[in-house]
């Protein structure tokens, strides 16, 4: 099963994918969370994408496709994958269709969690995360059980550099711009599936294994 993830920034997809790659034994695939980790270790592919991140700008087309074809090739992709935050441009979608189609095999769900603007920087100025493992919490939804200590390992959490209210409102921009004209174009594939993201978290996965099945 392929199943791509769209919506705003903080609508809540990396927090459903991780429940749908656990329910369905397939990877979260997360191009913000392969970029994080390359920051954190320092390599150039992530100096090159904090600049942009940093300004809560795209990393340029070239440099996700190339990231993301070759994660494909890991040997847990073979049952399908659960999409989290790419594609995010049209000629992103455009080269994943494409690579796709040589091997005979397409997207087979583009689940849209969608969440106002007005909800959005609220979510935000609250998420933390672990600097270790990458877990995500909210500070009144999804609270840690210790404050500021990750549930799983134990690690610190952080709230995201590109989190600030000022960089948020530039993501949402960049968002309405280049990322929400993919819900048109995966509408015409006929595979959009709108979920109401205002939701609790629980009931949104509820409406979205309702789609997906057992
Ligand atoms: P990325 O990491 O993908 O960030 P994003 O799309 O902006 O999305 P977020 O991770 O901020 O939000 P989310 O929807 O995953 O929400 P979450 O589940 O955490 O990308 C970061 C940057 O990397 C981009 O700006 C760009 O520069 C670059 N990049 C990445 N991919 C790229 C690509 N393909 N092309 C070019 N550049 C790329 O939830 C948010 C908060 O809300 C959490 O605290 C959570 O606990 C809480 N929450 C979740 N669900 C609910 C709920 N139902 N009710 C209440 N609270 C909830
Ligand atoms: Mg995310």
Known sequence: MKIIMLGAPGAGKGTQAKMIASKYGIPHISTGDIF???IKNGTELGNKAKTYMDKGELVPDELVVDLIMDRFKADDCVKGYVLDGFPRTIPQAEALDRALAANGEKVDFAINVDVPDENIVNRMSGRR??????????????APKTADKCDH?????ILRDDDK????????????KQTQPLIDYYDKAGIVRNID????????FADITAILGD
């Open 36 to 38: 994080r980790a390359n």
């Open 129 to 142: 995360a672990c600097v270790n493992c990458g877990a995500t919490y909210h500070i009144v939804f999804n």
């Open 153 to 157: 390992c134990g690690a610190d959490l």
């Open 165 to 176: 209210p000022e960089t948020v409102l530039n993501r949402l921009d960049v968002y309405h």
């Open 197 to 204: 993201g205002t939701q609790d978290m629980d009931k949104v």
